[in-house]
């Protein structure tokens, strides 16, 4: 018989990998839609992670939004594709909103997960 001692330390290291490899702080969970359309690859994409911080193109984004956004876009042609967090509330939409407008971005795209 294996002594309750042993089973203790054999899942205490168990939750600890598990609780390791599960914790990541970039994870970017979108909100699921139903819709059946799929995204072109755009030329700029903005994330929003679960703590506010923007990601442009895959890069941080650390001064203004409309600085890091404004030598990306061409023109108001340009498409812009915007990756929120789904645990976040629209109004952090609005810094990318007020930007997509004064830069004269005729589309915005906010991406969604599919439903399976």
């Given amino acids: 018989m294996i002594p309750a001692i042993n089973i203790v330390?054999?899942?205490?290291?168990?939750?600890?990998?598990a609780g390791h490899i599960e914790a990541r702080t970039d994870q970017l969970k979108m909100p699921v839609s139903q819709s059946s359309l799929t995204l072109k690859d755009d030329a700029v994409?903005?994330?929003?992670?679960?703590?506010g911080r923007y990601i442009v193109n895959g890069s941080p984004v650390s001064g203004e939004?409309?600085?890091t956004l404004g030598p990306l876009v061409t023109g108001t042609d340009a498409v812009v594709t915007c990756k929120?967090?789904?645990h976040l509330s629209a109004e952090v939409l609005d810094p990318i909103l007020n930007t997509v407008r004064d830069l004269g971005i005729q589309q915005l795209n906010i991406a969604t997960e599919q439903r399976l």
């Fill in 45 to 51: 994409t903005i994330q929003i992670l679960n703590d």
């Fill in 84 to 86: 929120v967090d789904k």
């Fill in 65 to 67: 939004l409309h600085d």
């Fill in 9 to 17: 330390f054999l899942l205490l290291i168990f939750f600890m990998i």
